[in-house]
């Protein structure tokens, strides 16, 4: 099954940056043939020693950064002492030993380093042209000028009221 479609979940959240929660939902959804979760941070350099932090918040787990806002700082979000250890690789390493022959959709939503996950993937973005990106980023960002500069269209899937936006990039 699949029509030969592969899809990869980067993973690094707290619960396990080794990606556990996130191999737990494919194993549940019976999906584990055609899913290949990855344990690995991505960003614009590669760097082994790297902090990843992680969420503060019990009622929002899903916030983790390598490069945390000031305001989610502040707000007592993200805190250094609150954090773990990660790879990073850039997508362009992963898509080199990886050898996909196509992508159809990917979903970036990286806490606001998109631009940093972008820089990491221009021979992928020049070479093997995602065909459809959706990216949690404010409209006016660094990521949304990088896809547009590279020819993409962009359309808002979801504009949450004090939020950030779902754009999709074509």
Same mark, same amino acid.
């Given at each position: 099954?699949?029509?030969?479609?592969? $899809?990869?979940?980067?993973?690094? #959240?707290?619960?396990?940056?080794?990606?556990?929660?996130?191999?737990?939902?494919?194993?549940?959804?019976?999906?584990?043939?055609?899913?290949?979760?990855?344990?690995?941070?991505?960003?614009?350099?590669?760097?082994? #020693?790297?902090?990843?932090?992680?969420?503060?918040?019990?009622?929002?787990?899903?916030?983790?950064?390598?490069?945390?806002?000031?305001?989610?700082? %502040?707000?007592?979000?993200?805190?250094? #002492?609150?954090?773990? $250890?990660?790879?990073?690789?850039?997508? #362009?390493?992963?898509?080199?030993?990886?050898?996909?022959?196509?992508?159809?959709?990917?979903?970036?939503?990286?806490?606001?380093?998109?631009?940093?996950?972008? %820089?990491?993937?221009?021979?992928?973005? %020049?070479?093997?042209?995602?065909?459809?990106?959706?990216?949690?980023?404010?409209?006016?960002?660094?990521?949304?000028?990088? +896809?547009?500069?590279?020819?993409?269209?962009?359309?808002? +899937?979801?504009?949450?009221?004090?939020?950030?936006?779902? +754009? +999709?990039?074509?």
């Amino acid at each position: 099954g699949g029509g030969g479609r592969h $899809p990869l979940g980067v993973e690094r #959240d707290l619960e396990d940056v080794r990606g556990v929660a996130l191999e737990r939902h494919v194993e549940l959804n019976q999906i584990a043939d055609r899913v290949t979760v990855s344990g690995l941070a991505l960003a614009a350099e590669a760097k082994d #020693d790297a902090r990843l932090f992680v969420s503060c918040w019990p009622e929002n787990d899903g916030i983790a950064s390598l490069t945390p806002a000031a305001e989610t700082l %502040a707000r007592g979000g993200l805190r250094a #002492d609150v954090s773990i $250890p990660v790879s990073v690789r850039t997508f #362009d390493t992963w898509a080199q030993s990886a050898r996909p022959s196509r992508i159809d959709v990917m979903k970036i939503d990286v806490e606001g380093a998109e631009a940093q996950v972008l %820089a990491g993937m221009s021979s992928t973005l %020049a070479s093997l042209r995602p065909a459809r990106i959706i990216c949690e980023t404010p409209l006016e960002s660094e990521a949304v000028r990088m +896809l547009r500069d590279r020819g993409y269209r962009v359309t808002t +899937l979801d504009a949450i009221p004090g939020g950030i936006p779902n +754009l +999709l990039f074509e």
